[in-house]
């Protein structure tokens, strides 16, 4: 009998590992090569788009500058790995930025005629926080920086997007070649001698990005504008300007459900299950007026984002007791968890 049980045992190890390897290999493959892919071809549409018409009201400029940021949110989940190398993640999204640096630093640029503004390669040493999608949306939406001085600014303004659309490009290729040349084989082949010893911290790995997705979306990208009942902070929302905040918490959960859809891929019920937690999200966030959470001061306006937050966070706790025990993983530290 104990023959009979060891025998069951040991042809059972391959299967789960064949399932295991099987789910990495299909989110390496259609959920994140793919991501970083469009970042990359529409990063540099931006700068092409950028070095033809540099002027911030332009409409092709605004709408290849609309589309590189919504591939950076579907891809932005997935902090680890090339995306966090040479701080390539803050260099291409500086936010929350609580202090006002990126209107600061933009603004000592431009007032001092600073050199580096016309050197993409130097550019790349400067502050992060005059870098990326946050500092173009700073450069184009801020009224202040949008019509910053007279006719020589205006050049030099023309040169800065240039700069920084170009560093965007720079840093969303660099990021596509770490993973086309090293990183996704490194989640593919775990090995002892390996940043991944084995499957399961590889699935860990893209758990925890899933989970510190939701609780991003949740706490930030929702939680700053709604700051208190007393104090609601409307300017706190994400990409306000830009008119982009309700959009980015949509991308953000379509990404997030297709990672979770794939690593419960094994389980038909949970997947529907967790499926099912995504729509009421979506449903919730359809009916959603107010793009950029301007009205967190009004109680009806406040409950629906409330509520569109709880339901965030219900599909987190799925997620964790559900799906975390299935793979075999748990979310473990994160850097929204504080020190």
């Known amino acids: 009998m104990k023959r009979f049980l060891l025998t069951v045992v040991l042809a059972a190890a391959p299967v789960i590992t064949n399932a295991q390897t099987s789910i990495i290999d299909n989110i390496v493959d259609a959920h994140i090569l793919p991501r970083f892919q469009t970042l990359a071809d529409t990063s540099a549409h931006l700068a092409t788009t950028a070095r033809n018409d540099c002027a911030v009201t332009s409409q092709a400029l605004q709408s290849a500058y609309s589309d590189a940021f919504d591939a950076w949110v579907r891809a932005s989940h997935l902090r680890f790995g090339p995306t966090e190398a040479d701080d390539r993640a803050f260099a291409l999204a500086f936010w929350p930025d609580s202090r006002g640096a990126t209107p600061r630093s933009l603004t000592a640029l431009l007032t001092d005629q600073d050199p580096v503004i016309a050197s993409p390669d130097a550019y790349a040493q400067v502050s992060?926080?005059?870098?990326?999608?946050?500092?173009?949306?700073?450069?184009?939406y801020d009224e202040t920086l949008s019509n910053m001085g007279d006719e020589d600014d205006e050049d030099d303004r023309c040169t800065l997007v240039q700069t920084v659309t170009k560093d965007i490009a720079t840093t969303s290729a660099a990021i596509l070649e770490g993973w086309q040349t090293d990183y996704a084989a490194r989640l593919k082949s775990p090995d002892t001698s390996s940043t991944y010893r084995s499957d399961e911290e590889v699935l860990q790995e893209l758990f925890k990005a899933l989970v510190t997705g939701l609780q991003f979306t949740s706490e930030t990208r929702l939680g700053r504008p709604l700051g208190t009942f007393e104090r609601p902070r409307p300017t706190r929302a994400e990409a306000w300007r830009s008119g982009r905040s309700a959009r980015h918490?949509?991308?953000?959960?379509?990404?997030?459900?297709?990672?979770?859809?794939?690593?419960?891929?094994?389980?038909?019920?949970?997947?529907?299950?967790?499926?099912?937690?995504?729509?009421?999200?979506?449903?919730?966030?359809?009916?959603?007026?107010?793009p950029i959470f301007a009205g967190v001061g009004d109680p009806q306006t406040r409950f629906k984002i409330e509520v569109l937050q709880r339901s965030i966070d219900d599909i987190r706790a799925r997620v964790r007791d559900e799906l975390g025990p299935t793979l075999g993983v748990a979310a473990g530290f994160n850097s929204l968890d504080g020190d």
């Open 249 to 290: 918490v949509e991308l953000s959960l379509a990404a997030l459900n297709d990672l979770a859809l794939r690593l419960s891929s094994d389980n038909a019920k949970l997947s529907e299950r967790i499926e099912t937690s995504f729509d009421v999200a979506a449903t919730l966030l359809s009916k959603f007026d107010d």
């Open 128 to 140: 992060i926080a005059a870098r990326g999608f946050y500092a173009m949306e700073f450069l184009m």
